[in-house]
């Protein structure tokens, strides 16, 4: 059995039967065994370590692997959901079938960040743990802002869109016990047209 196989016909075939037998389990187990020896091919080489354990053999080691979720109340009274972590889900098409639902693995992980509208500044926190000041960089345009950081063991990276038009030459920020936050002033609007002086 295939994880490529489609579950739902999986099941399908089997439920035919009175009791799930031990057949059932060992099938599931060759599943989850196939499912991960795929992800193991998805996975980046800088999160692959291997370490000899005290009998001689190789022990290998996967990760961190980090996925999660905020959910908070936007202005306009909707759910604002945010992603952080280095695995998203994803689902890659199979010809002629159901996509496959799969992981995808990037080295750099998205940090948990909230965007704050202040009135006239807008704050932006962002959970960066494991780095120090030195190691992050920000970049700002008048409508994002990439936050970054890379240290040997630990890769950020995340690219926020901001609420409103923002100016970067007002940006202060400030890093203390893996919390970074950036206060940043909104672009003060102008004039489009420009006015023509007759000689």
């Not at 057949?23 to 020896?37: S, T, V």
Request: proline letters at 8%; zero cysteines; a neutral charge.
């Amino acid at each position: 059995m295939s994880w490529d196989e489609d579950i739902d016909e999986w099941f399908r075939r089997r439920w035919h039967m009175p009791f799930f037998g031990r057949r059932f389990f060992e099938d599931f187990d060759k599943m989850f065994e196939e499912f991960f020896k795929g992800i193991e091919k998805e996975v980046p080489k800088d999160l692959v370590r291997e370490r000899r354990l005290p009998d001689g053999s190789v022990a290998r080691e996967f990760g961190p692997f980090v996925y999660g979720y905020s959910v908070t109340i936007g202005p306009d009274g909707k759910p604002v959901i945010r992603e952080f972590g280095n695995v998203k889900p994803s689902a890659k098409p199979l010809p002629f079938r159901a996509p496959k639902l799969g992981m995808e693995v990037k080295e750099e992980r998205e940090p948990l960040v909230d965007v704050f509208d202040e009135g006239d500044s807008i704050r932006v926190v962002a959970e960066l743990p494991g780095v120090d000041k030195s190691d992050i960089n920000i970049e700002s345009t008048e409508k994002t802002m990439t936050i970054s950081a890379s240290t040997e063991r630990r890769k950020y990276n995340k690219k926020i869109d901001m609420p409103s038009e923002i100016d970067p030459a007002s940006a202060k920020a400030s890093y203390n016990n893996g919390i970074l936050e950036v206060k940043i002033k909104k672009a003060v609007p102008t004039p489009k047209g420009k006015r023509i002086k007759i000689e």
